[in-house]
């Protein structure tokens, strides 16, 4: 597509609840990464993928968060048994692999956890 | 351990004037530093960037200043306008691998502008 996907774009789920936010990147982008950004804070690194290799998962704040992504396309980011400090704007971008030092965000998913 | 911070949470400026917003980071691996501007329930985009073998990269009434002695950089916005009225986050960009780069960004800066 044009620019990167997110969806769903607002989420209110129920403590303790699971929840299954996607991401699909701009076609060719090989690397793709999940940030998000809590009330009044800035962009906190979550996973990165690039390619086939093995994910950097060192930003994920606990086991109950979870990423996939098959190949070079989609991306879902899974809480499971959320907590009202899950509540954030999560954002997903991509970048390309021809050299370019920026990347492409996508709108975000707005979690509030109630 | 923050690797670059926007120790400026919030600024406000009057329209017409210059907007300046500061940033510093600790690791000297940093070769790229950009600045992402961010509108409310929008994804952060794209400003200006500078390599680190540049001091100064200019783009209309955008400038950004690097300082690498000082591992310091600064967007300078004039005139700024209303519309610029935006959080701006730092970011630095390192090579991790093949060409694969990674972006660690600073806590962003809420820039107002007074009409």
């Known amino acids: 597509g044009a620019g990167v996907s997110q969806s769903p774009s607002n989420k209110v789920t129920e403590k303790g609840k699971d929840v299954e936010l996607r991401c699909d990147p701009i076609?060719?982008?090989?690397?793709l990464y999940w940030y998000r950004q809590r009330l009044g804070q800035g962009l906190e690194f979550l996973i990165y993928?690039?390619?086939?290799?093995?994910?950097?998962k060192s930003g994920l704040p606990s086991d109950r968060f979870s990423a996939e992504r098959t190949g070079e396309s989609v991306s879902t980011l899974t809480i499971q048994r959320t907590q009202q400090e899950d509540s954030a704007v999560y954002l997903c971008a991509s970048s390309s692999p021809m050299g370019t030092y920026g990347y492409t965000f996508g709108s975000g998913t707005r979690l509030t956890v109630v | 351990d923050q690797q670059v911070k926007q120790n400026s949470p919030s600024l406000s400026v009057q329209e017409g004037r210059i907007s300046i917003l500061n940033c510093d980071y600790t690791?000297?691996?940093?070769?790229?530093f950009l600045w992402y501007k961010k509108y409310p329930a929008e994804g952060p985009t794209f400003l200006i960037s500078?390599?680190?073998?540049?001091d100064k990269n200019e783009d209309g009434r955008f400038t950004v200043f690097l300082n690498k002695s000082a591992k310091h950089l600064s967007l300078h916005i004039v005139p700024s306008q209303p519309g610029d009225s935006a959080v701006y986050f730092c970011a630095a960009s390192v090579r991790i691998s093949g060409s694969a780069r990674q972006l660690t960004f600073g806590s962003g800066t809420q820039l107002t502008v007074l009409p």
């Open positions: 690791n000297s691996m940093f070769d790229y």
């Open positions: 500078i390599s680190s073998i540049k």
């Open positions: 076609s060719g982008h090989t690397a």
């Open positions: 993928f690039q390619g086939n290799s093995a994910p950097d």
